[in-house]
T-cell receptor
Framework: QKEVEQDPGPLSVPEGAIVSLNCTYS??????FMWYRQYSRKGPELLMY????GNKEDGRFTAQVDKSSKYISLFIRDSQPSDSATYLC?????????FGTGTSLTVIP | KAGVTQTPRYLIKTRGQQVTLSCSPI?????VSWYQQTPGQGLQFLFE???????NKGNFPGRFSGRQFSNSRSEMNVSTLELGDSALYLC??????????????FGPGTRLTVL
């Protein structure tokens, strides 16, 4: 079983839709939870991070962590064509990062 | 502030050869981590260097090695290349430890193709 599981998609939504991206994990030692966005031919860039259960909001993005269920989510409100990218979840034990395989998102104008 | 740079951007090698990839971190960043990214496995951690010392290592064979210089620049080497080594190799730098509260900045990657 992989440390981090992420639905690869692809996901295609119309502009303005709410997008939900999810990851599950098995390692209780994970302390930090992150979401990265990766555009084609670019390296990943950090979108959001959190270290506790609950919600964290940043503009159109909301990260949600449920440690009891070992489940994290990223919600994108009012999705834009510029949000089209691959989204990677990542988790950190304090010594090493573990990444999901990424979900490819396309927002159609 | 210049971002993380990686050279070369693209590389084509044949099986059995060796390759060296280079990463220049953001100025002032002392931690450099290397990852292998493939469509099936996603991003997998190779190793992390801090102040010229390997601090953490992932589950890759000994053919994968790295080093860090006093100016924090890092290189990774893959010897006896195999077809399965074809991937995007990403370097990430951070101020200190590569933990979630210390953001990792990724370079654009080096696309390695092994024929």
């Amino acid at each position: 079983q992989k440390e981090v599981e992420q639905d690869p998609g692809p996901l295609s939504v119309p502009e303005g839709a709410i997008v939900s991206l999810n990851c599950t994990y098995s390692n209780s030692a994970f302390q930090y939870f992150m979401w990265y966005r990766q555009y084609s031919r670019k390296g990943p860039e950090l979108l959001m991070y959190t270290y506790s259960s609950g919600n964290k909001e940043d503009g159109r993005f909301t990260a949600q962590v449920d440690k009891s269920s070992k489940y994290i989510s990223l919600f994108i409100r009012d999705s834009q064509p510029s949000d089209s990218a691959t989204y990677l979840c990542a988790m950190d034990t304090g010594n090493q990062f573990y990444f999901g395989t990424g979900t490819s998102l396309t927002v159609i104008p | 502030k210049a971002g993380v740079t990686q050279t070369p951007r693209y590389l084509i090698k044949t099986r059995g050869q060796q390759v060296t990839l280079s990463c220049s971190p953001i100025s002032g960043h002392r931690s450099v981590s290397w990852y292998q990214q493939t469509p099936g496995q996603g991003l997998q951690f190779l190793f992390e260097y801090f102040s010229e010392t390997q601090r953490n290592k992932g589950n890759f064979p000994g053919r994968f090695s790295g080093r860090q210089f006093s100016n924090s620049r890092s290189e990774m080497n893959v010897s006896t290349l195999e077809l399965g080594d074809s991937a995007l190799y990403l370097c990430a730098s951070s101020l200190d430890a590569g933990t979630g509260d210390n953001e990792q900045f990724f370079g654009p990657g080096t696309r390695l193709t092994v024929l």
